[in-house]
């Protein structure tokens, strides 16, 4: 593969992905509550609380990160993959769909 190929590749990679500011306020408020919640569970841990409780907290602060990826899939869909799809792009497209199968299988 040559030089013009390679640039020609990572252009067709590359992304302008910008999330507007009330979307970045947001998503660090989301955060924090997720490092409170966070805490929380090491403080249960630590003072021996009860199994279940702790893991009832533990599926609450999965489901607010999964929250958080979803708000960021959403809007990188609309930003980056659709735009890159309607100008014939298929490589970000299967960028994309590589970047969900790890977040599914959580290695993202």
């Not at 009832?56 to 999965?62: D, F, T």
Request: contains cysteine.
């Amino acid at each position: 593969m040559g030089i013009t190929e390679l640039k020609e590749e990572a252009e067709m990679e590359k992304c302008d992905f910008y999330l507007s500011q009330e979307t970045i306020d947001k998503l660090l408020m989301r955060l924090s509550r997720i490092e409170g919640q966070v805490r929380g569970i090491q403080k249960m841990i630590k003072e021996g609380r009860n199994c279940d409780d702790i893991l009832v907290q533990i599926s609450a602060v999965k489901s607010a990160l999964n929250s958080v990826a979803i708000k960021l899939l959403e809007d990188h869909i609309e930003s980056c993959v659709k735009p890159a799809v309607e100008s014939g792009d298929i490589k970000s497209l299967e960028s994309f769909l590589e970047t969900v199968k790890k977040l599914i299988k959580g290695g993202c």
